[in-house]
C-alpha cells in the first residue's frame, strides 16, 4: 500500500475545516438519554480514541505521539507537533424493568479537538528531559432528553405530561508535563462552562373544558476554572520493557452559576412551537454554585517491542455533588479498567506489509453508574475493541511509535450498558463507534543541518 506523506500545508488546511466541523458538530448534535436529567448529565468519556480501544486506560500511558487527555504527566514524553480530532456515534438502547417498552436513540458528538508540541530547549533535552504542553476543547457531559407520558386521571379524561431538558459542560483546557529522567509531572487548567436547561409542560385534556397548558422551565448558567495533576514513573526492565507507573486527580470545582425560574401559561403556535400567555412566577438570576466532586486514578502499562497492556482504577466522591445547595440522585464510583495493544511490526518490516504497521487493541471496564434511583447499585460495564491505521508510507523506528510525519486513524468499538434487572429504573445498552485523527509533524522544531 502506498499513500503520499501530507504536508505541512495541507496538515494546516485540514486542522482548519476539522475545527470548523467541531464547532457545528456541538451546535447539531442531539441525542435522547432520560439519565441525562440527572447529576450533570450523561458524562462523555474522556480519554482519546487510541487509549478507548484498551478499554480507557489512561493513567500509565504515554507515548511520542499522543495527546493523553486524563493524565498531563503524559505530554512531557511528546517529541512532535501532534493534531489529534476524535469523534463518536453512540447507539442506545433504553428497556423498561417493569414493562416490555423500548427506546432507541442515536447521535454523533465531536469527542475532543487538542494540539500538542514540544517545547524543550535542546540543551534541556540533552540531559534527558523533556517538556510538552497541549490545549484544546471537549464536551464532559450532555444533557438531551424529551420524554413524553400519557395518563388518566379522575374527572378530567387524559393528562399530557413532557419532560425536557438539554445542556451539558465543554471544558476548553491548557496542559503541560515535564520529563526530567524517568519521573514526569503535569497539570491541566482551563474553563469549564455550560448550561442546564430542563422544563416539565402540562396538558390536560378534557372533551368539555379547555385547560390552559402550563410550563415549569429551570434555565441555568454556569462557568469556572479547573485544575488536573498528574505524575508518571518509568522503570526499565529486562528484554526492552519499560513499566510505568501513573496517578492523577481531577480536583473539585465549584462552577458560579445563575439561574431563571419561570412557571407560565402556553399555546402552540401553527409550526408547533410555543409561545407564552401568561406569567405566573418568574425568578431571576439567581446567583449559585454548582459543586463537582474531584476524581482520583492511578495505574500502570507494560511496554515491550510488541505488546503494551496495563490497568486502571478510579474513584469520584459523587455524595459531595450539590446543585444550588441541593443533593442529586448519585453515588460515589469506583471503576476498573485493563487493555492491551499488540504491535506485529519489526524494525525492518517493509512497509509493503501494511497490516504489520496496524495496532490491535482490545480491553474492558467495570463499575458502578453514578445515577442511583432507587436502593439498587446500577453496574456500569463493556468491552471495547480498536485499532491504529496508519495512513501515510511506514517505517517503524522503535515499539512506540511510528515515522515523525505518519498520519494515524484510531478506531474503536465500545459495547456497554448500564442498569440491572434486579432495579426498578430503565436498563441502558449503548454501541459506541469511535474514530480519532492524530497527525504529527515537526512544525515547531527547528531544523538541523549536518
Known amino acids: 500500500m502506498h499513500l503520499a506523506k501530507p504536508t505541512t500545508a495541507a496538515l494546516k488546511r485540514t486542522i482548519g475545516i476539522i475545527s470548523s466541523i467541531f464547532i457545528s458538530s456541538m451546535a447539531i448534535a442531539q ?96 540531559k534527558g528531559n523533556y517538556w510538552g504542553v497541549s490545549f484544546g476543547l471537549r464536551p464532559v457531559t450532555r444533557i438531551n432528553y424529551k420524554v413524553e407520558r400519557n395518563e388518566r386521571l379522575a374527572n378530567i379524561d387524559s393528562l399530557n405530561t413532557i419532560y425536557e431538558g438539554n445542556g451539558g459542560i465543554t471544558q476548553a483546557n491548557i496542559s503541560t508535563g515535564i520529563k526530567i529522567k524517568n519521573f514526569s509531572f503535569g497539570a491541566s487548567t482551563g474553563y469549564s462552562f455550560g448550561s442546564k436547561d430542563y422544563s416539565t409542560k402540562l396538558n390536560f385534556i378534557n372533551d368539555s373544558l379547555i385547560y390552559y397548558k402550563s410550563n415549569t422551565a429551570t434555565q441555568t448558567q454556569f462557568g469556572g476554572v479547573f485544575l488536573n495533576l498528574g505524575a508518571q514513573y518509568e522503570i526499565k526492565t529486562k528484554n526492552r520493557g519499560l513499566l510505568r507507573l501513573g496517578a492523577y486527580a481531577n480536583l473539585k470545582q465549584n462552577l458560579s452559576g445563575e439561574r431563571d425560574n419561570i412557571a407560565e401559561t402556553f399555546a402552540y403556535d401553527g409550526n408547533g412551537g410555543t409561545y407564552s400567555i401568561d406569567t405566573v412566577s418568574s425568578v431571576l438570576g439567581a446567583k449559585g454554585k454548582l459543586n463537582i466532586p474531584a476524581t482520583y ?125 434486579e432495579s426498578q429504573s430503565l436498563r441502558e445498552g449503548i454501541i459506541r463507534f469511535s474514530v480519532g485523527v492524530s497527525m504529527n509533524a515537526r512544525w515547531f522544531m527547528k531544523p538541523k543541518y549536518d
Open 31 to 126: 441525542e435522547n438519554s432520560p439519565y441525562s436529567r440527572y447529576g450533570i448529565g450523561d458524562i462523555t468519556p474522556n480519554q482519546n480514541m487510541l487509549n478507548r480501544g484498551m478499554g480507557g486506560i489512561s493513567a500509565g500511558y504515554a507515548d511520542f505521539q499522543s495527546i493523553n487527555l486524563v493524565n498531563p504527566a503524559a505530554l512531557g514524553n511528546l517529541r512532535s507537533t501532534v493534531f489529534d480530532l476524535g469523534a463518536n456515534i453512540d447507539i442506545r438502547n433504553l428497556k423498561s424493568n417493569t414493562s416490555p417498552d423500548k427506546f432507541k436513540s442515536v447521535n454523533t458528538l465531536i469527542s475532543y479537538l487538542q494540539v500538542g508540541f514540544p517545547i524543550a530547549s535542546e540543551k534541556f533535552q540533552k
Open 297 to 421: 486514578g492511578a495505574g500502570f502499562t507494560f511496554n515491550n517491542d510488541h505488546w503494551t497492556w496495563g490497568a486502571d482504577v478510579e474513584m469520584t466522591g459523587w455524595d459531595d455533588y450539590r446543585y444550588y445547595g441541593q443533593k442529586d440522585a448519585v453515588q460515589n464510583t469506583f471503576t476498573v479498567r485493563a487493555g492491551a495493544q499488540y504491535f506485529p511490526a519489526k524494525v525492518n518490516t517493509p512497509y509493503s506489509k501494511y497490516w504489520s504497521f496496524v495496532k490491535y487493541r482490545a480491553g474492558f471496564y467495570y463499575g458502578n453508574d453514578y445515577i442511583k434511583l432507587d436502593d439498587k447499585n446500577r453496574a456500569a460495564y463493556g468491552f471495547t475493541f480498536g485499532a491504529g491505521l496508519p495512513l501515510t508510507k511506514l517505517q517503524r523506528n522503535s515499539y512506540e511509535y511510528y515515522r515523525d510525519g505518519d498520519v494515524v486513524l484510531n478506531t474503536g468499538v465500545e459495547i456497554g450498558a448500564r442498569g440491572n434487572k
